[in-house]
């Protein structure tokens, strides 16, 4: 049974930073490109970060220079590090496989606010 939880989200000022943490199983981890994807209020959801097995990693423009994807392959994990939190930023933040292959988690909400 494949399990996806995210954790690390809160409420952060602008300009502040979190690190997220996604714990995977029930699939061969290390082999499969892992995404974080968001979701704010009203929109559709849109992937923000990817990153391979090999940890080759991509990001979308405007978390470029802000955010790291990392993981852990040992652990099973995967990592997003945000830093220069903006409000557009605020989202609930979820990890999948780059293809969203499996079911989502509750993913983990991120707040930015002064």
């Known amino acids: 049974q494949v399990q996806l939880v995210e954790s690390g989200g809160g409420l952060v000022q602008p300009g502040g930073s979190l690190r997220l943490s996604c714990a995977a199983s029930g699939f061969t981890f290390s082999t499969v490109v892992m995404s974080w994807y968001r979701q704010a209020p009203g929109k559709r959801r849109e992937l923000v970060a990817t990153?391979?097995?090999?940890?080759?990693?991509n990001y979308i423009d405007s978390v470029k220079g802000r955010f790291t994807i990392s993981r852990d392959n040992a652990k099973k994990s995967v990592y997003l590090h945000m830093n220069s939190l903006q409000p557009e930023d605020t989202a609930v933040y979820y990890c999948n496989t780059v293809t969203g292959r499996y079911d989502w988690g509750q993913g983990t909400q991120v707040t930015v606010s002064a």
């Open positions: 990153i391979s097995g090999g940890s080759y990693t």
